[in-house]
């Protein structure tokens, strides 16, 4: 324990600045997301373009592949929220049955088209792990895009994940974000059952 300790104040240190400000903003993006505010968008991208260089930098290849898709998914996240002034917003609501299908593919394909591209073109020591990680957040990602209730739980799926892996590639604040995002998930999920309710009844 006392190692783990040493290991974690260490990684604490060498820190670099750049990953302070991702972790930073990730905050604020989920804080933003759980109050079911349209911020969320602009400042994820933010966070999002610094991730993209930090898990490039450190070989973790399908994350930086997420990012990249979280800024695209972001951009139609931001336009499918908003719409035109005319039109109403995008309801809070439970996914369904083809939705549910949807969501399955892109987490277990994405799965295995990620891991074999990370063994076959990438110098990646953790292809399952990093893949498994990226496919449920890109589905979470989606979900959360067309905003279903259940994209938390995709995205806890993947934050459950992420914590140790990114621990594992010393990435400390990273892993410490996650399991902010991971605490904060479980909230946002019990709001948005909420909301969803409402909207129903």
Known sequence: MENWAHLFIEQVKATSALEWLAVILGVAEVLLARANK???YPTGIAATLLWIYIFLHAHLFAESLLNVYYVVMSAYGWYHWVKKRDQPQVKVSFASRQEWIVTLLISFVGWGVLYLLLTKYTPSTVPIMDAWVSSTAWAGMWLLARRKVENW???????LFAIPLLFHKHLVMASVLTLILFIVAIFG???WRKIAKGERA
Request: net charge negative; no cysteine; charged share 10%.
């Open 153 to 159: 739980l995709l995205l806890n799926v993947s934050n």
């Open 38 to 40: 349209v911020g969320l």
């Open 189 to 191: 999920y019990l709001d």
